[in-house]
């Protein structure tokens, strides 16, 4: 089993890394002929590079649009990030002071997040506008998270695992020096949603994150009047006639 | 068309419920061969449509980044779906904005994505049906490109950009719109949208002169085709002849006269609107958008300042600097840019709206009014779309908002807000913009109009609002077309620079 599972990350890591390499690589090359940035847009790259981190860290868009959608999205993507910063400590060896000292937020964290998850999956079932949108992905989707929180917070609170031989599982992925991965039902599932989840990363609609710093309507400074602005396709029309 | 009728105003602004199919249909009009030829793009819809659309795909999103991440990004999260006037209008589910997106994302899938080609049922993936190119030709004609949903979605993403590259898709297998696309090419042919030739507008101009020469005693000229004036004004042909938009136009000219500004006007170049956006075409757009540059480089101006009219502000402001170098900050090895960027004068902005110059001139003192006349109306303002989500005024965020609402408080003494969550960025389409404006979708024209109209009703209701000013000539069309349809008088819609006209005092200062 633990062959299997070290084939599996390592297969999971590549397809994550080739694909999303290609796929923002693919996003970065195609140009954007005109300038499109959506009001409220800064003059300035400072004031793009704001309105960014405002859409980022606290989806300032989302935010004005539904505050439902956005408390519970916030929720689940806050707890998200810190329960992957929790995570580090089994990548890592010594562990950073500070991927020490969160460690009791992120697992409370695990719990706030399968809230979100529950919270947004109730909403794309019962609200009738979010359920004629959705496809069997959409909550597929929710369905992994909540497997992943799940299984996590079962290792967490209820079925300890031996965390200290995971980590030597994991540190062993790294340094190409297989060690064995204790044997639980929780653990085999946790990963198992885990490599999937990276796999479909780059062809799914998890491309959200990468495609917002792409987003044009988002990225662009509003001074179409001060600089020219245009692309490679479109300045050979110029030489044509 | 007399069975339209209005929809009920909701009592609160709630969220409407769902009308599978209450907009299904055959969409508007269809280009005729003729049309299509005239602008370079099939007559009919060609045998191999299929192929033909998928390599079109295919080509825009290699060209376009917006398309080819918006198809990617959306995660069906919903903060769009109740944005759009035209689902709160219609109901119909394919109305809200990602669900009009889906329309052409679902097809995206199915062709350029591993999952939709593996398993399409999963991912919402389908194939390019002919009954599906029917429904893009259908909703794709029900959207405004007003970019409403663009301002909340957390990604930025755009159903204009969607609905444009749709259009470009139906253009280039012979399924076009017969409104959009006969206007184009009557630009190409006759200069402006209408189809107004140089001799008849020669005497429009003429007949102006002598009707304000009446009204106010004052010689105001309308000049034409003056080689070394200083400023081009380029302004949507509906200023040359529909009401209200007439009376903006008189009010441009009173800001010249009474500024001493030499102007003209381009008989070759007598259009500011540029429909090639509202296809999607960048050949079309640009096309359209080079006989200004063609008539600033002949009329040797200095200046170029664009009339009121919505989308062709956002053209020009966003757009003219790439499309025809109307503009600044060309790089030096630019020829085609620096050959007309030289010859303007860059102490101001270049394209400059109309509104800006005459703030720029109340800011120097150079006008003076009589706000007085302006007070049998009580005014609201009217943020038109591509003003207000894709376009900016004054040099700094926000100018678009500030500076019309500034000259009405300058020239008029009862100025009311409408409800802020439908003002600025945002504020609803009349329901008339981007490419819709056509007695083939008056229907959908009413119903869009909806939102628009319940806040018009509120501020009427609690101030006697009369007046509803805007600066673009789809709105005061649309509005003019709409309004009596919701009970309103006709006359309540008018120009900015009609309330100029009123209150300017010409000659003596």
């Avoid at chain 1, 290609?22 to 959506?38: E, H, Q, S």
């Avoid at chain 1, 806050?78 to 890592?92: G, P, W």
């Avoid at chain 1, 706030?112 to 529950?118: C, I």
């Avoid at chain 2, 102490?347 to 009014?369: N, V």
Wanted: hydrophobic content about 45%; glycine content about 8%.
């Amino acid at each position: 089993m633990s062959t299997l599972f070290a084939i599996l990350l390592y297969l999971a890591t590549l397809v994550f890394v080739v694909g999303l390499a290609y796929r923002v690589n693919a996003y970065a090359r195609t140009p954007a002929p005109l300038k499109i940035p959506t009001t409220p847009a800064p003059n300035t790259t400072g004031g793009v590079v704001l309105r960014m981190s405002r859409e980022v860290l606290f989806f300032e868009s989302l935010f004005k649009a539904n505050l439902w959608t956005w408390g519970l999205g916030w929720l689940f993507h806050a707890s998200l990030a810190l329960v992957l910063l929790r995570h580090l400590r089994y990548f890592i060896e010594p562990v950073w002071t500070w991927v020490a000292l969160i460690q009791p937020f992120g697992m409370y964290a695990g719990i706030t997040m399968l809230l979100g998850v529950a919270g947004l999956w109730g909403r794309r079932i019962f609200v009738e506008r979010i359920r004629y949108i959705s496809t069997p992905s959409d909550h597929l989707m929710l369905a992994l998270f909540m497997v992943i929180a799940l299984s996590g917070l079962t290792m967490t609170f209820a079925a300890h695992t031996d965390v200290i031989s995971v980590k030597g599982f994991m540190l062993g992925l790294m340094y190409f020096d297989w060690q064995v991965l204790p044997a639980s039902i929780a653990l085999y599932a946790h990963l198992l949603m885990v490599a999937v989840l990276l796999m479909i990363f780059p062809v799914s609609k998890l491309l959200h994150a990468p495609g917002v710093f792409f987003s044009p309507s988002r990225n662009q400074a509003d001074n179409p009047r001060e600089k020219r602005h245009i692309a490679a396709w479109a300045k050979q029309l110029e030489s044509e006639n | 068309m007399a069975d339209i009728a209005a929809p009920a105003y909701r009592v609160i602004p709630i969220i409407p419920v769902l009308k599978p199919g209450a907009m299904e249909g055959k969409g508007p009009f269809i280009a005729s061969d003729k049309i299509q030829e005239a602008i370079g793009f099939p007559g009919q819809l060609v045998e191999d449509w299929h192929d033909r659309a998928i390599a079109k795909m295919g080509d825009l999103l290699g060209k376009y980044r917006s398309l080819k991440v918006y198809m990617d990004a959306c995660v069906h999260c919903g903060a769009c779906s109740d944005k759009c006037h035209y689902f709160i209008g219609t109901q119909d589910p394919k109305n809200m904005p990602v669900a009009r997106q889906d329309l052409m994302r679902s097809v995206y899938r199915r062709y350029f994505t591993w999952p939709g080609k593996l398993f399409p049922w999963l991912v919402g993936a389908r194939d390019l049906t002919r009954e599906v190119l029917d429904e893009w030709h259908n909703y794709f004609h029900q959207c405004s490109e007003c970019r409403r949903c663009s301002v909340f979605c957390p990604y930025g993403i755009d159903t204009a950009e969607v609905t444009m590259a749709a259009r470009e898709i139906l253009d280039s297998v012979g399924y076009g719109q017969k409104y959009s696309n006969e206007i184009i090419g009557k630009v190409h042919k006759i200069g402006n949208n209408l189809g107004l030739p140089a001799p008849a507008l020669r005497d429009t101009l003429e007949g102006l002169e002598e009707d304000v020469k009446e009204a106010t005693g004052i010689d105001v000229r309308f000049p034409m085709d003056v080689k070394g004036a200083e400023v081009l004004l380029i302004t949507p042909s509906a200023d040359f002849f529909a009401e209200p938009h007439i009376d903006s136009l008189i009010g441009y000219a009173k800001v010249f006269h009474a500024t001493g500004t030499s102007w003209t006007l381009s008989s070759m170049s007598s259009e500011a609107a540029n429909f090639g956006m509202f296809i999607g075409n960048y050949e079309q757009l640009r096309k359209i958008a080079l006989r200004i540059r063609q008539a600033a480089l002949e009329l040797g101006v200095k200046r170029i300042v664009v009339g009121e009219c919505g989308h062709a502000w956002r053209v020009a402001y966003s757009f003219w600097n790439t499309l025809s170098g109307v503009g600044d900050g060309a790089d030096e090895t630019d020829q085609f840019a620096m050959m007309l960027q030289k010859q303007l004068d860059h102490r101001y902005k270049q394209p400059m709206h109309i509104c800006e110059f005459t703030w720029d001139m109340i800011g120097q003192g150079a006008l003076s009014f009589d706000k007085e006349a302006n007070d049998k109306h009580i005014i609201t303002f009217h943020d038109s779309c591509n003003v207000a989500r894709g376009s900016s005024m004054g040099g700094y965020p926000g100018g678009q908002f500030d500076i019309p609402r500034n000259i009405i408080k300058a020239v008029a003494n009862n100025f009311v807000e409408m409800s802020p969550a439908t003002t600025h960025e945002r504020t609803f389409c009349c329901g008339g913009g981007g490419g819709v404006l056509t007695d083939d979708l008056l229907d959908l024209r009413v119903k869009g109009a909806l939102p628009r109209m319940e806040v018009l009703q509120q501020v009427k209701d609690e101030h006697g609002v009369n007046f509803m000013a805007c600066i673009c000539a789809i709105c005061k069309a649309q509005f003019t077309k709409v309004m009596p349809i919701y009970g309103f008088d006709r006359k309540m819609v008018g120009g900015v620079h009609q309330l100029v006209s009123n209150a300017i005092k010409l000659g003596a200062k």
